[in-house]
Structure formats: structure tokens, C-alpha cells
């Protein structure tokens, strides 16, 4: 399962992707999980990971540009779906010492603003 993994804890290589943790699959494909996050930080909290070891967005490891782009197909379905049924979407991933979990992983998530509150900050100046 772990390929170029560390010695380190990588809860999405050793729980949520073989099920020691159950997981709530939102979609999946033969190298891609995702699921809603589980202890989640807003409303609607997905997260969108290889289902091999990847160490980070800057440091693909053995999965490559190849994985990276089936990884981020299933971050643009995700998104596309929050969007559709939220109103918006937030994605982010984080590197170097934000990085708190050392395998690739995007969150996608609807902070849970209203349509009025989300044009309210955002003014939507290009549209």
C-alpha cells in the first residue's frame, strides 16, 4: 500500500484507505478516496486523497504528475458537487510545516456562509 512511506503515522495509509477507521466514501476510484473528513472543521468537510503513499503536493514520490492529475479529477467532482449543493466550495492543501499529515490529501469544504454572507465578502467584482 505504502510506497517511499516513513516510519511516521500516515492515518490515511494505516486507517481510512484499507478501513481500520470506517470512513463515509463520497467517491472513489481505483486510486482515489474520498470521504468526509472525520473530525471535521466545517458543515461540509471532504477530504480527497491518493490511495497510495504521495508525501506532499511539491514531493509526489512514485506517484507523479499521472496520479496528481487523478487526484485532483476527483477534487474537481467533489467540488462540483459542494458547489451544486452548497452554493461554494473551498479547496486547499497544505505543504511544508502546514502540512500536519505527510500524504497528499485536498480538503474540499463549505464553510456554511449564506449565498447573501458569501457575496457579502466576496463582492464578486469580475462577474
Do not use: W
Not at 70 to 96: F, I, L, R, S
Request: some cysteine; proline content about 5%.
Amino acid at each position: 500500500m505504502t510506497s517511499g512511506s516513513s516510519a511516521e503515522s500516515d492515518f490515511y495509509c494505516h486507517q481510512a484507505i484499507p478501513g481500520t477507521t470506517p470512513v463515509t466514501v463520497v467517491a472513489e476510484t481505483e486510486e482515489v478516496l474520498a470521504f468526509e473528513h472525520t473530525n471535521p472543521a466545517y458543515p461540509v468537510h471532504v477530504v480527497v486523497v491518493p490511495k497510495v503513499h504521495v508525501p506532499s503536493l511539491v514531493d509526489l514520490g512514485d506517484g507523479g504528475e499521472k496520479l496528481l492529475g487523478k487526484v485532483m479529477a476527483v477534487v474537481q467532482q467533489v467540488a462540483a458537487q459542494m458547489e451544486e449543493e452548497h452554493g461554494a466550495a473551498c479547496v486547499t492543501t497544505n505543504v511544508g510545516l502546514y502540512q500536519e499529515s505527510r500524504h497528499l490529501h485536498f480538503h474540499v469544504y463549505h464553510r456554511g456562509e449564506s449565498e447573501a454572507q458569501i457575496l457579502a465578502t466576496y463582492s464578486h467584482h469580475d462577474s
